[in-house]
């Protein structure tokens, strides 16, 4: 895919007309035409120029429409295949990506990550009591955007946590939503110049707890997230229980394997949990029945049980991998649960 998205203009206007001809003579040959039945496309002037033999003719009109859709079929191909081969290279992934999203409260900040030497930006939402009580200090939860997301996609999350404090089904709590890079799976690279690890854990979580009025302790400190954040979060959370009290996953990307990420990952960060840290910590995790990552959970969970991990899964009937509905369904629920922890961990 990759390849085809960087191959010139002419070879996606060849496989068009090599398409176009293929299903074409098809139809011909289906309607009981002559099989010497033949189209010539060309890209000169955009014009379409067809040729006949002998008695036959062709109507050029009547395959418009297949014409149509064949070509539109084509170009989401090619942009797709574009958009994918840009993801995966960092070189190409922007940091800072300055959004108003219009939710009170929710302001965009920026970070110079030194381990990167780039400006890192972070959406961060500040509860209303943040300003009306400038003595007290608050909680955090940091909320992981998938692959191909950004600080600024996923942050709508905010209007839900801003409606849950006012009604006062929360705590006051700050949301702070950092960009994770495209495709990082929040992991320092070995390859390139990527180190989400340290951007999140170390970086941007010190930043936090210097600039604003956090409680800096693990038990006041929490991660969520979806797809690729949600197994990040989960990840890191048993990476570093001793910064992070709990976790939270919407369709979690978690690993597949004690033998993923060359031994970084939930299987082996689990087993490192110390029998304190094992009957503390605790794991949220919401994914639909139809999603292709549902099937990474039930080893997972199964490994946690048998360590006495406490969990709570919930499965959404005939949901696919919808970040949108997984929030209408749960995503209240989710923030609930994670306001549950801080309240139990005061």
């Given at each position: 895919?990759a ?5 010139s ?28 039945l033949?189209?010539l496309?060309?890209c000169y ?8 033999h002998?008695?036959s003719?062709f109507?050029l ?5 297949l014409?149509?859709?064949f070509?539109?079929w084509v170009s989401a191909?090619?942009?797709m295949a574009?958009?994918n081969a840009?993801?995966?290279d ?5 940091w800072?990506n300055p959004?108003d999203?219009?939710i009170e409260?929710?302001q ?15 959406q961060?939402?500040?509860?209303p009591q ?7 200090r608050?909680p955090?939860?940091y909320?992981?955007h998938?692959?191909?997301?950004n600080?600024s996609?996923?942050?709508?999350l905010?209007?839900?946590v801003?409606t849950?404090?006012l009604a006062?089904r929360?705590?006051?709590?700050i949301y702070?939503?950092?960009?994770g890079?495209k495709?990082?799976?929040y992991r320092?690279s070995k390859?390139?110049y990527v ?7 170390n970086e941007?979580g010190?930043?936090i ?7 800096d302790?693990?038990?006041s400190r929490?991660?969520?997230?979806f797809?690729m954040?949600?197994?990040g ?13 709990a ?8 690993d597949t394997?004690?033998d993923?990420?060359?031994g970084d ?5 689990a087993?490192?949990?110390?029998e ?8 949220y995790?919401?994914v639909?029945?139809?999603d ?10 199964k490994?946690l049980k048998?360590?006495?991990v406490?969990y709570?899964?919930?499965v959404?009937s ?6 949108g509905?997984?929030?209408?369904l749960?995503?209240?629920s989710?923030?609930r649960?994670?306001?549950r ?5 005061r």
């Amino acid at each position: 895919m990759a390849a085809f998205a960087e191959s010139s203009p002419t070879l996606l206007v060849s496989l068009c007309s090599f398409g176009l001809s293929y299903c074409i003579a098809e139809t011909s040959t289906r309607r009981g035409r002559r099989s010497d039945l033949m189209l010539l496309l060309s890209c000169y002037n955009e014009r379409l120029v067809s040729v006949s033999h002998g008695r036959s003719f062709f109507n050029l009109k009547s395959y418009v429409p297949l014409m149509a859709l064949f070509l539109v079929w084509v170009s989401a191909f090619w942009i797709m295949a574009q958009a994918n081969a840009a993801d995966q290279d960092p070189n190409t992934w922007v940091w800072n990506n300055p959004k108003d999203l219009g939710i009170e409260g929710l302001q965009h900040q920026t970070l110079h990550s030194k381990s990167m030497n780039r400006q890192v930006g972070y959406q961060i939402y500040l509860p209303p009591q943040y300003k009306s009580e400038p003595r007290r200090r608050f909680p955090v939860v940091y909320f992981l955007h998938g692959a191909g997301g950004n600080e600024s996609s996923d942050a709508g999350l905010a209007a839900l946590v801003h409606t849950e404090i006012l009604a006062e089904r929360i705590r006051p709590t700050i949301y702070v939503f950092p960009n994770g890079g495209k495709r990082s799976g929040y992991r320092d690279s070995k390859e390139s110049y990527v180190r989400a690890e340290t951007l999140l854990v170390n970086e941007l979580g010190t930043a936090i707890d210097q600039e604003f009025r956090t409680i800096d302790n693990a038990s006041s400190r929490l991660l969520c997230g979806f797809s690729m954040g949600g197994g990040g979060a989960v990840r890191l959370a048993l990476k570093y229980p001793d910064r992070f009290g709990a976790a939270a996953s919407l369709a979690a990307a978690l690993d597949t394997s004690i033998d993923s990420g060359g031994g970084d990952n939930c299987y082996v960060h689990a087993s490192a949990l110390s029998e304190e840290k094992r009957n503390d910590l605790r794991l949220y995790l919401v994914v639909g029945d139809e999603d292709f990552l549902y099937p990474r959970h039930d080893p997972f969970l199964k490994f946690l049980k048998t360590l006495g991990v406490a969990y709570t899964l919930v499965v959404h009937s005939e949901v696919s991998h919808n970040l949108g509905v997984l929030s209408r369904l749960s995503a209240d629920s989710m923030i609930r649960f994670l306001d549950r922890q801080l309240q139990s961990q005061r």
